[in-house]
């Protein structure tokens, strides 16, 4: 089974980014026999107005997810212009996060983390 769709809103607050903006972004969905890989690539704003770029993947066994019961995991990459000297180390970065589901509201909300060499 597979579908894509345009990801209609996103709430994404932090000290480094501050309060971060969608311009577009768009998820694709895989289920397989075992798990479900979600894919996801998003153009996104910082709180001081600097555009990035941000795309995910998260597998997980979908029919427990959905119970809420199991978490998905996701890892991820930043790409930000690098002459900007506040996050051009983002580029150098692996973000990894754990993501529950929720039904009230219907929302996907992930832990982040960022691994640094």
Not at 16 to 27: A, K, Q, R
Not at 83 to 111: A, I, K, T
Request: aromatic share 8%; glycine share 12%; net charge negative.
């Amino acid at each position: 089974m597979r579908l894509a769709a345009r990801l209609g809103r996103l709430e994404w607050r932090n000290e480094l980014l501050g309060d971060v903006s969608m311009h577009v972004g768009m998820g694709s969905y895989l289920q397989g026999a075992h798990a479900a890989h979600v894919t996801v690539r998003m153009s996104l704003q910082a709180g001081d107005g600097t555009p990035f770029y941000f795309q995910y993947i998260s597998v997980g066994e979908m029919e427990a997810h959905l119970r809420g019961e199991a978490p998905v995991m996701l890892s991820g990459q930043i790409e930000i212009d690098p002459r900007h000297e506040d996050f051009s180390w983002l580029n150098r970065v692996q973000l990894v996060g754990r993501g529950m589901l929720s039904e009230m509201p219907l929302c996907q909300s992930y832990e982040m983390a960022i691994l640094e060499g």
